[in-house]
């Protein structure tokens, strides 16, 4: 048998998840504005989601094109659930209906699990992209159990209350969510750091070599899938409690879609990389999303861009800096970064301006003004054209020349003698 | 009779209709130190796939202790007690030197799928890792990733997580391939140090280190074993010397 | 993590911040329709009808409540239930008190749910629901509610006029049901079911739903439809899917008529262009053609401001007034249940639309003229897609469904 | 009979469109292990190039120019992106054409616009070719099969008989050997990767006019063309074709024939239920096959995933 544990966890080990329970319960007193505890609340459900798909894509290395599936199904019990207790047949208090989410996830995980770890790869990922269709179709088949197009929809209020809470406000809800975002981020931290985890980046990285080690690949990957179905489930009934309806929308490939974009862009080496991603992904979404019809465009650009440069991803942007602040030559990079910086910005927002006009010209082209970053302007004068294309075309040439120089800077900051990077 | 470490017994492996594994019998006692060689393509790589259950063999039985291990998977010829490394540099590249080693332990030490233990909290576990870590004297690049580590620093690693699996019986694959003469010397004496009492096979091109090593030497010629004895009895056999020079003979044409 | 918040906290109030706008004092509509992906030219062009009708209707007559403006405040749902319910929230945390929303039937389902329970949770914050689009019948029978107004005909009403002009027409002997399976789709096939049954000895010789988007190739489900020696086809299905199965239809020698609820405007008429000429049957309620002055000054006037857009949902032109007549009757735009007891039972006449429009008080549903028109390039006043093709009316069904019976239990605060 | 036969020729038409798509995606994917889920987004643009060339010279020109058009761009797409993200391992490069598909499908909506466009086969072949079973098949539709044979019988006919095949042939399996023998892998890479995309291309400009050319008609057909070369076994050409048609087959017929699992229990004697709308299996009793036939595909992948790895003709892997 396996030595006993020596200690508990010990409390120096804790201080982050006291502060981040803190910056939890204070975020909605800071950010009061209209909005934003919605768009909290959003974030929260996205982050247990993408961590939990992170589990899959960045600690198992299996790209999984139907994740999204288990999050739903895990919602639509949810739902059920709840219409249950408003019928008084079961006593079942709001705060612990995430964790029937989480079993109804593990269930579904367990069975499809079963047979779609058998290979990674691109095996896993048609399986998975196949189930996802199959489940998505099913939804608007079966409706005495999906309700079809329209979904179920439920009442969180009509359950016991918890405390004298009835969750009415979504301040309420936000603690609720937030309690569980905790919680879930907790348990998939704790889950990384145990046999089953690190094995799971032993076959993620040298699926053979596990194997002689005397792991099964397969079982590996079927432990992570299955933890990674039950925090999906969780996340489900997250989103069932928030919203209180799920539809077909939540578990199609393109709520999957959705998943992979926020935790690539977060990055999936790292285990606050999906947090990452989920945040700005949620707030490219609603708030960008207010400003432009291309914030589509604009996230399929970013993404590809971090695919082809920066496969860690933003958090991994992040880590890499690790390096020179630890030889303590982070202070040579600060030069080169900020004269690089004001060009990169003119070149973003010029390009980003000239995509805009080029836009409102073509499909916005009745309306004579328009307003970007705060100005307002006319689209048939030659002006902004002129200026637009000057900031993109100077920031582009002067960033390109100012990027040697990073480059260079950067090479001295990180270089030691014989490691190979 | 007391079974045999590691027995094949009349293994073949043919790939597409050509046997390049021709009745292949092989005997290891326990607690020896027995080397393997024989020329370029001769089937040392293919016969340690088919044993560790990389490669289905065609037909034939192999045993350790006693036990039939014929065409199981990896991970279960591994939890039988044998363990093996490769040729071809094979570690985990995304992970630290540390981590690499204690995964390597994780089997061993009986902790199978859990996913209740919190690994950084058992005692036991960490201490052999760092054990091992020293035996390698990888100290300093305890928290290196395996990936960027130097090419003998690697193939100590290879060891390292081969032995680490805590198997009787060690099959190395050409540890010292590729290497300078004062690497080899370290790496000698890394084999040396930590599979003392275990029963290891290892198959070698540089003949020093064979015979610095080995208790008994096996010949495999073109998917056979030609002649099985001491270093001194090997070397003095004559087809051995045939096949050896006759292959040193082909290779210059 | 410090930075990281106050970046979202600078996003958060910039998103904020830009779109309250300039006016503090406006009455504001919250426009929730898909502005980007595949379905936003839907959204786009239903905005700029808003956007025009809310100027053009209301604030340039004087506005409400004295002088007051109208706005209409555009939120992106992506054509998504979650993202719809998010944009109704933040446009209630911004004080917003009517939501207009009508693409989706599965969306509006999701929204008047929602904007149910957030009135009973909220009374002091309560919302207006104006759904100036989405048909399915149940929004106005089994799901209704007091905060809840539909200004388009439903489903039900549309089906109600085809099937007058079909009993019209004895060539019709066998008919054949296709739709999308969904609620919609499904709605659409019962109401022909039952009207068919009333009106005429027509014998239903198909009835089938397939998937909606997704659907490659209609080509078997037009032979299927051919080799049932079917006459007539009515379909509820709209976009690729409407397209798709028309092209289909005329490619494999189909001669008969199509009656369709979503077969103009968005691409699709420029895309059938000759080959729907005659096959098409349109119903809808305000169609343009044959043109009234009132109408095609109002039509000039939209197309100079906007060229590209149609004006392919008068029904808007209704709700915008309605909704101004409402707020002034009430004598207020916060207290929502004054202004929609302002609303329910409201008459209103249409000089632009050329009809009585009547807000059904017992189930929230308007009643209006309903027309039939078909798709074609002669004598088109008003076209589509700017192609030349448009609908030409020919059958006028006057305050349809007047007295059609509803299971709506309606709750009144 | 008749519907039968009309129905074999319609589902042919349609499977051999979908050959042309897979074929390139298998190219593409048995010389460089990559599975190109950007694939359908390259026939969405052969589309709408073909489109904009045909409102200035008309039909035919851009038939031959827009799967040129593509070609090049998807040999852009593999020397200046798939290479780059080639030395990350499998799943980026999985990613990375899973992002280029997003990036692609937004970008054909920022240039052409949200809605479908007005893309129509050429008034020369607006004739009906032949009258069948009460149904006509339009000259249009001749023409794609026309067209898909020949694509099917050159590319057989490169692959197995000319000296470009061969050196493709060798450098799918030994891409090191081919090198060593002074061939340019990577230009040869290149060019695969080009020709499969143009071929999508080419399967776009066929069909636009007939399937509608619209920003969602890449998601529409994207995934059935993964079913196809998965089901076919990934790299076998030989299964692509052979699941293309049978796909193709699939959907026809099921769409063809209203047979519903309520005549099923029937006939096994269950009771029809009185009140059908509120009955617990309800969505069982009114299921009919056109309903399911979309999703049938995705039910053969997951099974031929799950019981046969490699697919119907796929190689075993070592």
Redesign the interface.
């Known amino acids: 048998m396996p030595s006993q544990t020596t200690s508990t966890i010990s409390f120096s080990s804790l201080v982050p998840w006291l502060i981040a329970a803190l910056v939890l319960c204070v975020m909605p007193f800071i950010f009061t504005g209209g909005g934003s505890i919605t768009i909290m609340n959003q974030i929260g459900i996205t982050i247990v989601l993408a961590m939990s798909y992170n589990m899959l894509l960045g600690q198992g290395g299996m790209l999984s094109f139907g994740h999204a599936v288990y999050m739903g199904l895990g919602g639509f019990v949810a739902v059920h659930v709840m219409n249950i207790v408003e019928n008084q047949e079961i006593w079942l208090p709001l705060p612990l209906l995430p964790l029937v989410g989480g079993l109804v996830g593990l269930g579904f995980a367990t069975i499809i699990g079963s047979f779609s770890t058998r290979k990674a790869g691109t095996v896993f990922a048609m399986i998975s992209l196949g189930i996802g269709e199959l489940i998505a179709a099913c939804c608007i088949i079966i409706t005495v159990f999906f309700g079809g197009e329209e979904g179920i929809s439920g009442d969180r209020t009509m359950a016991p209350p918890t405390f004298g809470v009835e969750f009415i406000t979504q301040k309420e809800v936000y603690f609720l969510i937030a309690f569980w975002v905790l919680i879930s981020t907790f348990l998939m931290y704790l889950f990384t750091q145990t046999p089953v985890g690190k094995m799971a980046n032993a076959v993620r990285d040298n699926p053979e070599r596990a194997e002689f080690v005397g792991y099964s690949m397969r079982w590996v990957r079927y432990v992570s899938f299955c933890a990674a179905g039950f925090f999906a489930g969780i996340a489900g009934a997250l989103f069932a409690i928030n919203f209180e309806i799920l539809t077909e929308q939540n578990l199609n490939l393109g709520a999957s879609f959705t998943v992979l974009l926020a935790t690539y862009i977060g990055g999936v080496g790292f285990f606050l990389g999906p947090i990452v991603g989920a945040i700005l992904f949620t707030l490219l979404q609603t708030v960008i999303g207010l400003q432009t019809d291309l914030w589509a465009l604009y996230t399929g650009v970013v993404f590809i861009l971090m695919v082809m440069f920066m496969p860690a991803g933003l958090t991994g942007l992040f880590a890499m800096h690790i390096i020179p602040w630890q030889l303590g030559r982070i202070g040579m990079l600060i030069k080169p970064y900020s004269k690089i910086f004001i060009p990169g910005t003119i070149f973003i927002v010029g390009a980003v301006c000239l995509t805009e006009l080029i836009n409102h010209v073509r499909h916005h082209g009745d309306e004579e003004f328009m307003t970007l970053f705060w100005v307002e302007f006319n689209t048939r004068s030659i002006v902004p054209w002129g200026v637009f294309i000057i900031f993109t075309a100077v920031g582009f040439w002067f960033s390109r020349a100012l990027a040697v120089e990073v480059k260079e800077a950067w090479g001295n900051a990180t270089f030691v003698e014989g490691v190979r990077r | 009779m007391v079974a045999e470490a590691l027995k094949l017994d009349n293994v073949t492996k043919s790939f597409s209709g050509t046997e390049i594994i021709r009745g292949l019998n092989l005997g290891i006692n326990e607690n020896e130190r027995h080397a393997v060689i024989g020329p370029n393509g001769a089937g040392k790589s293919t016969a340690y796939n088919l044993i560790t259950g990389r490669y289905e063999v065609t037909s034939g039985k192999i045993f350790l202790k006693g036990q039939d291990i014929t065409n199981l998977q990896p991970y279960e010829v591994k939890r039988k007690g044998l363990s093996r490394s490769f040729q071809i540099t094979n570690i985990f590249p995304k992970m630290s030197v540390f981590e690499n080693v204690r995964c390597s332990l994780l089997w061993a030490m009986d902790y199978k799928y859990s996913f209740w233990h919190l690994v950084g909290k058992q005692k036991a576990l960490n201490e052999s890792a760092e054990k091992i870590i020293e035996d390698l004297n990888l100290k300093e690049r305890r928290d290196t990733l395996a990936g960027v580590l130097s090419y003998a620093e690697q193939r100590a690693l290879e060891i390292g997580i081969t032995i680490a699996g805590g198997s009787e019986v060690i099959l190395l694959d050409e540890p010292t391939a590729g290497m300078s003469v004062s690497e080899t010397e370290y790496i000698v004496g890394l084999i040396r140090k930590v599979t003392e009492g275990k029963t290891l096979v290892v198959v070698e091109h540089d003949m020093g280190v064979v015979f610095d090593l080995a208790d008994r030497i096996s010949v495999l010629v073109y998917g056979e074993i030609i002649a099985t004895g001491t270093p001194i009895e090997v070397k003095e056999n004559k087809a051995v010397q045939e096949a050896y020079l006759g292959a040193a003979l082909e290779e210059e044409h | 993590?410090k930075i990281?918040?106050k970046l979202?906290?600078m996003?958060?109030?910039?998103?904020?911040f830009?779109?309250?706008g300039a006016f503090a004092d406006t009455v504001k509509i919250a426009f929730i329709d898909p502005?980007?992906?595949?379905?936003?030219?839907t959204g786009?062009n239903g905005l700029?009808e808003w956007k025009f009708a809310v100027e053009k209707l209301v604030n340039e007559k004087g506005g409400v409540l004295g002088g007051k403006k109208m706005e209409v405040v555009a939120?992106?749902n992506?054509m998504?239930?979650?993202?719809s319910?998010?944009q109704v929230?933040?446009a209630i945390?911004?004080?917003i008190r009517f939501i207009a929303q009508g693409n989706s039937?599965?969306i509006a389902?999701?929204i008047t749910?929602?904007v149910k329970?957030h009135n009973k949770?909220n009374p002091d914050k309560r919302v207006i629901f104006i759904n100036y689009s989405a048909v399915d019948p149940a929004l106005t029978n089994d799901k209704c509610n007091f905060w809840h107004f539909r200004f388009d005909a439903n489903a039900d009403i549309k089906m109600d006029a085809i099937t007058d002009v079909i009993a019209g027409v004895p060539s019709i002997k066998k008919m054949y049901l296709i739709g999308q399976?969904?609620?919609f789709g499904?709605a659409v096939a019962a109401a022909a079911e039952k009207y068919l049954a009333q009106k005429t000895s027509i014998e239903i010789v198909?009835n089938?739903?397939?998937?909606?988007?997704?659907?490659?190739?209609f080509?078997?489900?037009?032979?299927?439809i051919?080799?049932s020696g079917a006459d007539a086809v009515i379909t509820g299905n709209w976009?690729?899917d409407m397209?798709?199965l028309g092209?289909s239809l005329s490619?494999?020698?189909y001669k008969g008529p199509v009656y369709c609820y979503y077969c103009a405007s968005?691409?699709?008429t420029?895309?059938f262009?000759e080959a729907g000429k005659g096959m098409l049957h349109l119903v809808g309620e305000g169609l343009q053609n044959p043109s009234r002055p009132a109408l095609t000054a109002y039509h000039k006037a939209f197309k100079a401001?906007?060229?590209?857009?149609d004006l392919s949902q008068p029904r808007i032109i209704n709700a915008a007034q309605m909704l101004a007549a409402a707020i002034n009757k009430a004598g207020t735009a916060d207290d929502m249940v004054a202004v929609g007891k302002a609303l329910e039972g409201m008459e209103f006449y249409s000089e632009i639309l050329d009809t009585k429009v009547l807000m059904r008080a017992k189930d929230h549903q308007a009643i209006q003229n309903v027309h039939v028109g078909i798709h074609t390039n002669d004598d088109i006043d008003i076209d589509f897609?700017n192609?030349g093709y448009g609908i030409k009316v020919f059958k006028t069904v006057e305050m349809a469904s007047m007295d059609s019976p509803t299971t709506c239990k309606m709750k009144r605060p | 009979m008749d519907l039968i036969i009309i129905n074999l020729i319609d589902g042919l038409i349609y499977g051999l469109l979908l050959f042309m798509l897979s074929s390139g995606l298998t190219l593409i994917f048995s010389m460089m292990g990559v599975l190109n889920l950007s694939h359908a987004a390259f026939y969405m643009l052969g589309a709408y190039f073909a489109y904009q060339i045909s409102t200035i010279t008309g039909f035919w020109v851009g038939l031959i120019v827009a799967p040129l058009i593509v070609t090049v761009l998807g040999a852009g797409v593999e020397r200046y992106g798939l290479r780059r993200v080639h030395q990350y391992g499998h799943v980026p490069e999985l990613i990375f054409t899973f992002g280029l598909f997003f990036v692609i499908e937004e970008l054909v909506q920022y240039v052409w616009g949200r809605n479908m466009v007005p893309y129509n086969s050429p008034e020369s072949l607006n004739f009906i070719a032949l009258n069948l079973a009460g149904g006509t098949i339009p000259a249009y539709k001749i023409f794609m099969l026309l067209v898909s044979v020949a694509i099917f019988v050159t590319l057989y006919y490169v692959l197995a008989r000319t000296r470009i095949g061969m050196i493709i042939q060798a450098a799918l399996s030994y891409p090191k050997t081919v090198e060593a023998l002074g061939h340019n892998v990577p230009l040869v890479f290149m060019g695969v990767f080009g020709v499969g995309t143009g071929l999508a291309g080419l399967a776009g400009v066929i069909a636009g006019p007939s399937l509608t050319t619209f920003p969602g008609m890449a998601f529409l057909l994207g995934s059935i063309v993964f079913v196809c070369v998965v089901v076919g076994g990934l790299g076998s050409l030989t299964g692509a074709f052979v699941a293309s048609l049978l796909i193709g087959w699939l959907q026809t017929f099921a769409a063809s024939y209203n047979i519903g699992a309520g005549d099923i229990l029937l006939a096994m004697g269950y009771e029809y239920p009185k009140d059908v709308y509120y009955h617990p299996w309800r969505d069982l009793w009114t299921l009919t096959l056109p309903q399911i036939g979309p999703i049938l595909p995705y039910l053969l992948l997951v099974l031929v995933l799950v019981f046969r790895p490699h697919g119907l003709f796929g190689k075993r892997e070592s």
């Open positions: 993590m990281l918040k979202i906290g996003a958060l109030a910039a998103g904020v830009i779109s309250s502005l980007s992906g595949p379905f936003a030219t786009s700029a939120l992106d992506k998504d239930g979650k993202e319910l998010v929230q933040v945390d911004q004080g039937s599965g389902n999701a749910d929602m329970k949770r399976d969904y609620s499904k198909g089938e739903l397939h998937p909606i988007g997704k659907v490659k190739d080509t078997p489900y037009a032979r299927k051919l080799a976009g690729a397209v798709n092209k490619e494999s020698g968005n691409g699709i420029a895309t262009g401001k906007y060229p590209k857009w897609d192609s």
